[in-house]
């Protein structure tokens, strides 16, 4: 079994600042590719950053120069420290993996089950 579990999220006035925390465990062999995620009421759910196991990372245009995207590969840890938060950030934040368990051969993608982020005007 393979669980990734967020933390770090909240209430926040604007400006202010929010790091989100995300730890996959269990019999993982393997992580790829991890991300942060975000879905705000009545919209899709969009992608906000990834990064890949050597450290390369992307960013959506709107959050380029406030967030930054890293990872503990040691923790199987991914984070996401945001600055110069904006009321449009306010959703709730999921991050995923794409990972191999021990005994797998196939790589598959597994998601945390959401923290709130609140960015009040």
């Known amino acids: 079994q393979v669980q990734l579990v967020e933390s770090g999220g909240g209430l926040v006035q604007a400006g202010g600042s929010l790091r989100l925390s995300c730890a996959a465990s269990?019999?993982?062999?393997?992580?790829?590719?991890m991300g942060w995620y975000r879905q705000a009421p009545g919209k899709q759910r969009e992608v906000v950053a990834t990064?890949?196991?050597?450290?390369?990372?992307n960013y959506v245009d709107s959050v380029k120069g406030r967030f930054t995207i890293s990872r503990d590969n040691a923790k199987n840890t991914v984070y996401l420290q945001m600055n110069n938060l904006k009321p449009e950030d306010t959703a709730v934040y999921y991050c995923?993996?794409?990972?191999?368990?021990?005994?797998?051969?196939?790589?598959?993608?597994?998601w945390g089950q959401g923290t709130q982020v609140t960015v009040s005007s």
């Open positions: 995923n993996a794409n990972l191999k368990v021990v005994g797998g051969g196939v790589t598959r993608t597994y």
């Open positions: 990064i890949t196991s050597g450290g390369k990372t």
């Open positions: 269990g019999i993982i062999f393997s992580i790829d590719a």
